[in-house]
């Protein structure tokens, strides 16, 4: 069955730098577009980023363009996130979720979600 | 940027009753919507997508309806597991952001 694990949250001081990891499996991961979408505490989802299957395309939500780099390893079947220059406003779980090819791009399948706590 | 807004913010309804959720698009996102449920401390579950089309898996009891610019969730008798926050999305924007509506809690009256 389909799985996503994300990795890499934990505590980090105002302006340091986090790479946060999802590892997918059960599914061909190189054929799917992937997106994370961060979700802060008590409030709702916003998407924030999202890389083509074959890592061609890369679009960022304006809130983190120029902060953070989404990429992937298809060999490796794991996608990732570089964020850089991080403020407390990027505080919020994140997580990964697959552009779904059968259900028209909507996200069908996501995972747990790591918390990044961004603090002095 | 497409906005996407929902109304309400909190709905209470009993067991049993029907349950109507709104989302308001700020330009026509064609039928490129999906809804989506999400539980305390879970990740979010796709439940509709294309407006109206359930996920695999999705009760009959949720359906989605719509077009362009408004849209709808409904839920047709509301079951204990069915309280939760509920969110719109739409990915007709290209390029991306592909925006999420700011969710109505669907609570126990």
């Known amino acids: 069955q389909v799985q996503l694990v994300e990795s890499g949250g934990g505590v980090v001081q105002p302006g340091r730098s986090l790479r946060l990891s999802c590892a997918a499996s059960g599914f061909t991961f190189s054929n799917d577009g992937m997106h994370w979408v961060r979700q802060a505490p008590g409030k709702g989802l916003e998407w924030v980023a999202v890389?083509?299957?074959?890592?061609?395309?890369?679009y960022y939500a304006d809130s983190v363009k120029g902060r953070f780099i989404i990429s992937r390893d298809n060999s490796n079947n794991t996608l990732f996130l570089q964020m850089n220059s991080l403020t407390v406003d990027d505080t919020a779980v994140y997580f990964c979720?697959?552009?779904?090819?059968?259900?028209?791009?909507?996200?069908?399948?996501w995972g747990q979600g790591t918390l990044v706590t961004v603090s002095s | 940027e497409v906005v996407m807004t929902q109304s309400p913010a909190t709905l209470s309804v009993s067991p049993g009753e029907r349950a109507t959720l709104s989302c308001r698009a700020s330009?026509?996102?064609?039928?490129?919507v999906a809804w989506y449920q999400q539980k305390p401390g879970q990740a979010p579950r796709l439940l509709v997508y294309n407006v109206a089309t359930r996920a695999t898996g999705v009760p009959a009891r949720f359906s989605g309806s719509g077009s362009a610019t408004d849209f709808t969730l409904t839920i047709s008798s509301l079951q204990s597991e069915d309280f939760a926050v509920y969110y719109c999305q739409q990915y007709n924007n290209w390029p991306p952001p592909w925006t999420f509506g700011q969710g109505t809690k669907v609570e126990i009256k």
């Open positions: 890389i083509w299957f074959d890592g061609t395309n890369r």
């Open positions: 979720a697959r552009q779904g090819s059968s259900t028209s791009w909507a996200f069908d399948y």
């Open positions: 330009q026509s996102v064609s039928i490129n």
